[in-house]
């Protein structure tokens, strides 16, 4: 690139440029609180102003919030309406006449101004509910709550009469209050904002205390409150009115106008992955606050809200510049699922069109682990007790960096080379490994050595090189465009996950013996912090579930079912997944055979179970030259990938769950410890 070599002038007027820049930044604004009195007071709705300014409502709300501020030039317009609205409120002042000589001084008193600002408002008595005029809806969400009135609580923890006698009212007073999301990505929207319904509210607002059709879990569509939504404008979703509905008008003006509710009679946050203690409405809108702060604003079951995450970190379209009418329209977004593909034949769920027919042969069976072994003498004798070992958000770490396919469809190829970087389904004989049998086979999901040739994925071959093995595939359907699309995904539960142990005291870096410590006080801690952290783990787990979700209502085999539709409905995803987070657990397994002599007793999914002469995790893991572990090796922490102990007990409770022929890794956090 040729080096630029401006005159003077030039540089001075660039410099002249930047500074008028930094200037209009700094015009002065009222303080937060003083905007919303300001608006309030004039009788303006956030909508109104944002209309105006040509933002969104919640920008306004952020604005008055105080949590963001406005940039040119919406601040030199922002500042301008509220000189404007103070200039309303000034009384005239009065003429003082012509040589008027100045009084005396008397004794200095405070005048009263006619329109305090809301940091000259005293607080309200303890108890009491805040004036409205004092309190401006901020956040993503509200708990309504009713005793007299409705009242909306806030994740700040204040709270808001409402004007409001129906259905139809909240959910206007929703759409103009300036509730909202922050975008999750640069080209995600604003997430809509929720109403959560406590079962005070839904009574009041003449909804049944449970549905009646227990099977779609719906509102009749002939209810009267839904009768009242249709005059407003207000339309549902094709799943109804259920638990989690979602209301909405059509878009104008290229304007959403949708809210989300989440009714609570009807199991929305007790069900489906939540499991919330009861709380108040005040500390429930702060939980939830919580939970949207770190994750996202909730939108149905756990499972829906990671599959609703995936999107919103990677959506699939951003706008662009069509070169030829120069307007922005939708293109695609790189590094997003932009389409609903077919899985390849092997990859189809037993009940998808493409398996029919299919010999059992040939259904790839990437799953998790359930294998386990009995002891030999020599174990018997020298370990009294059995350890289970838990890894933490396993399947959740395997999502990091995992390199998987997007856009393209499989292509079909025979005789490939095999190639680490390409993700596919590959058929291949690993059948000749030479695997020491205490370890479960990293090829099956029931720990036996393969017997033929089977169809993996790309990371359980990987791994067979790893091993040393000669990795030859016999065909395969791969996927030339690939990335790292649940990179995002994992970063932000991770982040989530973390956060919310750390308000638990449980801290990354922690040495292993501290972090033992920490985590059998955990049972003991906040009821609604341990409820946060339970859906935030369900949150990962689900949303990877519902990468092969299956049919919910009866059909015949073979026969679509809404899922398939959808972009993130990618069985070959999920089997990465599964396969990455078993491989590398048998790689940690392997690296302790050989460092110690140790070799794992059982496994289930993600649990490992280990003779030990105490009973105690430091019996079998390495302390590391800093107490942290050692890596390549099962270490003691809070990371998703690291683990914790799930479970002790005596190795005669191990030979009688095995004599009824269970697995004992399913049991041993579930029975007392000697039982």
């Known amino acids: 690139m040729r080096e630029e070599h401006p005159d003077e002038s030039e540089l001075c007027a660039r410099v002249d440029g930047l500074l008028a820049d930094l200037s209009a930044q700094r015009i002065p604004l009222p303080p937060p609180r003083e905007r919303t009195r300001l608006r309030t007071a004039a009788g303006l709705t956030a909508e109104q102003v944002a209309d105006t300014l040509s933002c969104r409502a919640g920008d306004i709300a952020a604005w008055e919030a105080g949590t963001r501020e406005p940039f040119m030039p919406r601040r030199a317009a922002y500042a301008r309406l509220l000189d404007g609205l103070q200039a309303l409120e000034q009384p005239p002042k009065p003429k003082i006449p012509a040589r008027q000589e100045p009084a005396a001084p008397a004794a200095r008193t405070e005048q009263p101004t006619l329109f305090p600002t809301a940091e000259q408002v005293p607080p309200p008595p303890r108890g009491a509910v805040p004036s409205q005029r004092l309190v401006t809806p901020t956040g993503p969400l509200a708990v309504i709550a009713y005793t007299d009135t409705f009242v909306a609580h806030f994740t700040n923890k204040t709270q808001l009469p409402l004007d409001a006698s129906d259905l139809t009212g909240l959910l206007q007073w929703a759409l103009d209050s300036g509730l909202s999301r922050e975008k999750l990505s640069p080209f995600d929207r604003a997430g809509d904002p929720l109403l959560v319904l406590t079962p005070a509210a839904s009574t009041a607002l003449h909804l049944p205390a449970e549905l009646d059709d227990r099977v779609t879990l719906r509102l009749p569509e002939t209810h009267l409150a839904l ?6 404008g207000f339309q549902l979703t094709r799943r109804g009115f259920g638990p989690w509905p979602r209301i909405y008008r059509p878009v104008a003006n290229k304007k959403r106008a949708s809210v989300q509710l989440a009714v609570m009679a009807w199991g929305a946050l007790s069900q489906d992955g939540w499991h919330l203690p009861t709380l108040p409405p005040a500390g429930l809108a702060h939980l939830l606050g919580l939970y949207t702060e770190r994750l996202l604003t909730p939108r149905g079951s756990t499972a829906v809200c990671g599959q609703e995450l995936m999107t919103a970190l990677r959506p699939p379209t951003k706008p662009v510049r069509d070169p030829s009418s120069g307007t922005w329209v939708s293109g695609p977004n790189p590094g997003a699922l932009r389409q609903a593909l077919d899985p390849a034949p092997p990859e189809a769920p037993d009940a998808h069109p493409l398996a029919e027919g299919r010999p059992p042969e040939q259904a790839m069976q990437e799953e998790a682990w359930d294998w386990s072994r009995q002891p030999d003498q020599q174990e018997t004798s020298q370990y009294l007790h059995v350890v289970g070992l838990d890894t933490n958000l396993a399947f959740l770490s395997a999502a990091s960096s995992l390199i998987v396919g997007l856009n393209a469809p499989p292509r079909h190829a025979l005789a490939p080379t095999f190639d680490k970087k390409i993700p596919g ?15 479960p086979s990293p090829f099956t999901a029931t720990g036996q050595a393969p017997t033929g040739p089977a ?11 790893t091993l040393g093995m000669d990795v030859r595939p016999i065909e395969a359907y791969l996927r030339d465009e690939s990335g790292r699309y649940l990179d995002p995904w994992y970063k932000r539960l991770r982040n989530a996950y973390i956060d919310t ?26 009821p609604a912090q341990l409820a946060l952290l339970a859906a935030i783990k369900a949150t990962a787990k689900g949303g990877l579930g519902k990468l092969r979700e299956g049919p919910r209502e009866l059909t015949g085999p073979y026969t679509r079912w809404p899922a398939l539709d959808k972009l993130t409905w990618r069985p070959d995803i999920r089997a990465a997944v599964v396969a990455k987070a078993r491989v590398t657990l048998h790689g940690k397994m392997r690296n302790l055979a050989e460092q110690t002599g140790r070799y ?27 107490q942290q572990g050692m890596k390549g090796f099962i270490r003691l922490g809070v990371n998703p990938g690291f683990s914790k102990e799930e479970g002790v007990q005596s190795m005669p409770w191990y030979q009688n769950q095995l004599a009824q022929g269970l697995n004992p890794a399913r049991y041993i956090k579930n029975e007392p410890a000697g039982t």
């Not at 389904?425 to 370890?439: E, F, G, I, T, V």
């Not at 292993?512 to 003991?524: I, N």
């Open 425 to 439: 389904c590959w058929y291949c004989d690993l059948s000749q490994a030479n695997l020491d049998p205490r370890l």
């Open 600 to 626: 794992p007793l059982a496994v289930l999914s993600d649990c490992v179970l280990y003779p030990a002469r105490t009973p105690t995790a430091f019996d079998i893991v390495p302390s590391g030259p800093d």
């Open 455 to 465: 169809w993996y994925t790309t990371p359980t071959l990987e791994y067979a090189q």
């Open 227 to 232: 009768d009242r939504l249709r005059p407003a």
């Open 501 to 526: 142990m750390a308000d638990l005291g449980v801290h990354e870096k922690l040495p292993q013996a501290d972090y033992l410590t920490a985590m059998r006080k955990l049972s003991t801690a906040d």
